[in-house]
T-cell receptor, first 112, second 114 residues
Framework: GENVEQHPSTLSVQEGDSAVIKCTYS??????FPWYKQELGKGPQLIID?????GEKKDQRIAVTLNKTAKHFSLHITETQPEDSAVYFC???????????FGAGTRLFVKA | DTGVSQDPRHKITKRGQNVTFRCDPI?????LYWYRQTLGQGPEFLTY????????KSRLLSDRFSAERPKGSFSTLEIQRTEQGDSAMYLC????????????FGPGTRLLVL
């Protein structure tokens, strides 16, 4: 079945450094790739997304890249801040858009 | 704030009891989704509604689970004869209803079955 793998499971960086989280997906029909941030006791919140007709997208300190041939997509956070500490999930869905498959998550620690 | 809301936020129940959770989506969002999230994992799709019609159910949704969205607005998720393995966070999300639309999540209902 469809699968999304996410690495690393835990990431610790110093404040101001960059953080990179990588995901791979198995379903060739996937064409929408959102990234969510989940803080303790809260639901996931969308931080950025990318569609298959685009290779890269940037929003301030956050950027996402997509390689459809290799079925890889990555999240890049620059100039990390302590408030970036949270669990980040990548996800993939197909044209129908209703069945979104999530990765297992990356717990990011930003040390002040 | 007109985001997705869920009630209750926490539920503790004894094994064998029935529980019901409610989700109120963002106004005018046609699609509503239920997910289950266990500790250290990403959300797992359970089911979704397009207006009042339940269009897809995961194999995770056993016969003890039932979801409704009677008027195409709020939704309920009922678990009958709860088991300890049902302990999880139950998340609701909504979207406008077109392809590749962003799903907006509620805060979740954390269920603990003793």
């Amino acid at each position: 079945g469809e699968n999304v793998e996410q690495h690393p499971s835990t990431l610790s960086v110093q404040e101001g450094d960059s953080a990179v989280i990588k995901c791979t997906y198995s379903d060739s029909a996937s064409n929408y790739f959102p990234w969510y941030k989940q803080e303790l006791g809260k639901g996931p919140q969308l931080i950025i997304d990318i569609r298959s007709n685009v290779g890269e997208k940037k929003d301030q300190r956050i950027a996402v890249t997509l390689n459809k041939t290799a079925k890889h997509f990555s999240l890049h956070i620059t100039e990390t801040q302590p408030e970036d500490s949270a669990v980040y999930f990548c996800a993939a869905s197909d044209t129908g858009g209703f069945k979104t498959i999530f990765g297992a998550g990356t717990r990011l620690f930003v040390k002040a | 704030d007109t985001g997705v809301s869920q009630d209750p936020r926490h539920k503790i129940t004894k094994r064998g009891q029935n529980v019901t959770f409610r989700c109120d989506p963002i106004s005018e969002h046609n699609r509503l989704y239920w997910y289950r999230q266990t500790l250290g994992q990403g959300p797992e799709f359970l089911t979704y509604f397009q207006n009042e019609a339940q269009l897809e159910k995961s194999r995770l949704l056993s016969d003890r689970f039932s979801a409704e969205r009677p008027k195409g607005s709020f939704s309920t998720l009922e678990i009958q004869r709860t088991e300890q393995g049902d302990s999880a966070m139950y998340l609701c999300a909504s979207s406008k209803g077109t392809a590749q639309e962003t799903q907006y999540f509620g805060p979740g209902t954390r269920l603990l079955v003793l």
